[in-house]
């Protein structure tokens, strides 16, 4: 359907001409001859755009343009005047207009006038829902990576199929998993997670399934496993991929008959339980290589949604930046901090192979270091890991931070042990005890950065004691981020 023009002049003559000449552009048009016909109008039907003039009896056309950003901020008002000056061109532009002409009309200027001002309205109410969405899916990105997602997140939400979700690690599985429930039938049942990596091998299935009271040694209690606490919700087996092969075969069964026995149990008990998975391996190659089996594969995988690496989608960093940044700072309690265009540049050129986990964990950094208002350039540079060969600044107030890997290989590398921060230089302008401290506030987010903030695992690499871990954190200033990944109870707790 054309596009609606309302075209607002007290000359008839004008209202006819103009009218006339848009309908031959192809647009539909409306016609009012004062200020307050043109707010009825508005009022009473949608209109796309609005031209209108600026000197009109009754109510000029400034009075007119304010009540209709009051009535419609977002409709676009192109004001025209045949006595224009450059105070009512600003005073319109500042009231909102989106552009001022001025009479007697060029037929082309007017059609371009036009023509961006839509464009524009249309970008702006794309924008819009796709802000509704990243709210409504705690996700944020608007590039088409992104949206792929979202819609397949909305497509496959309200549905009992299973998904499989791929990626490296970082890139946002276990958020599309929760936004997937969240927007399910489940919604009101629990939504329970279990990490196949991180529970041994001899404990999965009593972590799965359950166990009777002396089932094996340390059973003392009867348990509950993961897929009965998933009753009437949802569950998902995060890296899947690293599921022992005798587990494959039982998932498989729970799956294909919704039943199970609990360990050292006789009784048969009924689930009703979706399941979602997670992996970053390629489960097309372990099944090749017969580390997963393929009727599982298919049970699993009725829709793939895949979560690309941040390298491949660096037009969601400037408002993934923003988002951590803002969320970082009221964490710790400081002004909000602004990034430099210099210091988005350096950013935006780092190839993050841990993906966006790793980016919420520089940005943090960049929140508990910088002092602001604004990011420089080299203080952004000084916080990326060093081996992505950038050069090394001159003195800037960001301690310098261990080497991480260069490639973007397909998952994040976790070493055996944190780096101690290499190239730490002594300054001028810090005592001795707060250089001290900057280089353990380093080492800690170093550490939590490799175990992806899992704040047992970091106590463990730099050989704490997890309670002095805390303390030691909470004298530096650092808390718990929202990121943290604290199992709450057993392994993969959720
Ligand atoms: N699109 C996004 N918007 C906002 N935050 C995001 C987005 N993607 C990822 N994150 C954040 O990045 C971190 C890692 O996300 P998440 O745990 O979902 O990744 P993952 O792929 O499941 O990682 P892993 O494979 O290591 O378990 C979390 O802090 C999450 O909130």
Do not use: W
């Amino acid at each position: 359907m054309p596009a609606s023009v309302l075209i607002v002049d007290d000359e008839k003559n004008i209202l006819l001409t103009l009218s006339q000449s848009l309908q031959l552009a192809g647009y539909r048009t409306e016609l009012a001859s004062s200020g307050q016909v043109a707010l009825d109008v508005v009022s009473a039907r949608p209109v796309d755009a609005v031209l209108m003039d600026v000197k009109m009896p009754d109510m000029d056309g400034l009075t007119a343009l304010a009540r209709l950003q009051a009535l419609k901020p977002e409709l676009p008002v192109i004001m025209m005047s045949g006595h224009g000056t450059i105070d009512t061109a600003v005073k319109a532009t500042q009231l909102g207009a989106r552009d001022f002409l001025e009479k007697p009309l060029a037929r082309d200027k007017l059609l371009v006038a036009l023509r961006n001002a839509l464009k524009h309205q249309a970008v702006m109410e794309e924008l819009q829902e796709l802000r509704a969405q990243m709210g409504r899916y705690d996700m944020v990105g608007g590039g088409p990576g992104m949206q792929r997602i979202f819609s397949l997140i909305q497509r496959t939400a309200p549905s009992e199929g299973r998904v499989l979700i791929t990626g490296e690690n970082g890139t946002g599985k276990e958020l599309i998993a929760r936004a997937l429930h969240q927007h399910s039938r489940r919604k009101a049942g629990p939504f329970v997670k279990l990490n196949c990596a991180a529970v041994p091998h001899e404990l999965i299935e009593s972590e799965l399934f359950g166990h009777e009271k002396g089932a094996f040694t340390g059973a003392v209690s009867v348990r509950r496993g993961k897929f009965e606490l998933a009753h009437e919700g949802t569950l998902f087996l995060d890296e899947i991929g690293d599921m022992p092969a005798a587990m494959q075969a039982k998932l498989l069964r729970v799956l294909q008959e919704g039943e199970l026995e609990r360990v050292g149990g006789t009784e048969t008990l009924k689930v009703d339980v979706r399941v979602l998975a997670a992996t970053n391996k390629n489960l097309e190659k372990e099944i090749a290589a017969g580390h997963f089996r393929e009727d599982l594969y298919y049970r699993i995988n009725v829709v793939q949604i895949h979560s690309p690496p941040l390298r491949e989608r660096r037009e969601d960093l400037p408002d993934l930046i923003d988002t951590f940044l803002q969320e970082a700072c009221a964490r710790n309690g400081r002004k909000p901090l602004r990034l430099s265009p210099e210091a988005l540049t350096v950013m935006a050129a780092y190839p993050y192979p841990g993906n966006v986990r790793e980016l919420r964990n520089l940005v943090e950094r960049l929140a508990i270091l910088c002092e602001g208002p604004s990011v420089s350039g080299p203080e952004a540079q000084e916080l990326l890991p060093r081996a992505h060969g950038l050069a090394a600044p001159p003195a800037a107030s960001v301690p310098a931070l261990p080497s991480a890997p260069a490639s973007a290989g397909p998952a994040l590398p976790r070493p055996a042990e944190p780096a101690a921060p290499a190239g730490f230089r002594p300054r001028a302008d810090r005592t001795f005890r707060e250089q001290v401290e900057d280089a353990e506030r380093e080492i800690i987010l170093h550490a939590l950065a490799h175990t992806q903030e899992n704040v047992t695992e970091a106590a463990r690499l730099l050989d704490l004691e997890r309670g002095h871990f805390y303390k030691k954190m909470k004298a530096l200033g650092l808390r718990r981020g929202a990121a943290d990944k604290e199992p709450a109870a057993g392994p993969g707790g959720e």
